[in-house]
């Protein structure tokens, strides 16, 4: 057994573990630890505890110290040291003519690099423009391309549901998404509807995907013909997914008629076989239904 801390270096940032040493740490506590990228400052985002040796990539690499009033004070300075460097990067990015866009800037804790985040559409040539920088800022320079849910990240940003996007508050990694989960929710496939703030699928759409993919399994399409409970047979017009409920329209004598039943009490050819939804289930689909 090892015993690790886990450390998290920007919010909703990936989780890196160190050893711990003998220090007391608790969630949120600053700590001084050397990376690849040199000496950075982190939060504890994991308390101290022993994991099995193969959870651990080797060597382990241990936390130098507890963050001291004159770190966070080092800390604070670089971040203001960062806007300078991005409004000179942009008056060097100007000067070369290069199409690009700039994002972020970020000082490593020691000052020993300085990385430039940015976008752009194609690769782009920027050996002079590092060169450029680095006699303007006498410390190694570092160039980094990110994509736009990256970008989006790093930017931060309100949502179409009003609350802070879902990458910058919790999510360390993006999660593919596709237009298939969309039609599985019965959204609407209009592209400014499921589109998040950086213009690709929202990553929402995979919060719910399981849930809809096995209620979904127990429900006829719109189209398939059923057998209702009286006999007839009928023509599915719509489905209500949390309710586990169909509208079928049927005809008899030259009318049409329309009635909503229980999945439960149509017969029809599942998309899967052996998939049920409980009575309980069923009651509590129902009461988040009647919420809504």
Do not use: W
């Not at 940032?13 to 040493?21: E, H, L």
């Not at 998404?177 to 496939?189: C, D, R, T, Y």
């Not at 017009?237 to 079928?248: A, C, H």
């Not at 029809?268 to 239904?289: D, G, I, P, Y």
Request: aromatic share 6%; hydrophobic share 35%.
């Amino acid at each position: 057994m090892t015993k690790i801390v886990g450390v998290r270096f920007r919010t909703a940032g990936k989780i890196y573990y160190f050893g711990p040493k003998d220090y007391e740490l608790a969630l949120g506590d600053k700590v001084i630890v050397e990376t690849a990228r040199g000496v950075e400052m982190g939060s504890v985002a994991v308390e101290p505890r022993e994991v099995s040796d193969d959870e651990v990539v080797q060597p382990l690499k241990e936390v130098q110290r507890i963050a001291t009033q004159e770190d966070l004070k080092r800390v604070e300075k670089n971040r203001q040291k960062e806007k300078d460097a991005m409004k000179i990067c942009r008056e060097k990015i100007a000067k070369h003519h290069l199409d690009m866009k700039l994002v972020g800037a970020e000082y490593t804790f020691d000052n020993n690099k300085l990385l430039f985040y940015f976008t752009a559409d194609g690769r782009i040539d920027f050996r002079e423009l590092v060169k450029d920088l680095a006699s303007v800022f006498r410390t190694r320079i570092e160039l980094r391309q990110i994509g736009v849910r990256d970008e989006t990240k790093m930017l931060g940003g309100i949502g179409i549901c009003g609350r802070p996007l879902c990458c910058t508050t919790y999510l360390t990694d993006f999660i593919p998404v596709s237009i298939k989960m969309a039609k599985e929710q019965n959204l609407s496939l209009n592209p400014t509807k499921i589109s998040g703030v950086c213009g690709r699928l929202m990553c929402c759409l995979k919060n719910e995907q399981e849930t809809y993919e096995y209620l979904n399994a127990n429900l006829p399409s719109v189209g398939d013909s059923v057998t209702t409970p009286s006999g007839a047979r009928g023509q599915v017009k719509s489905v209500n997914v949390l309710r586990q409920t169909v509208k079928v329209i049927t005809e008899q004598d030259d009318t049409k008629e329309e009635h909503e039943y229980p999945v439960s009490e149509l017969k029809f050819r599942s998309r899967r076989k052996n998939v049920k939804v409980t009575k309980e289930e069923f009651k509590k689909l129902a009461e988040l239904e009647d919420k809504k």
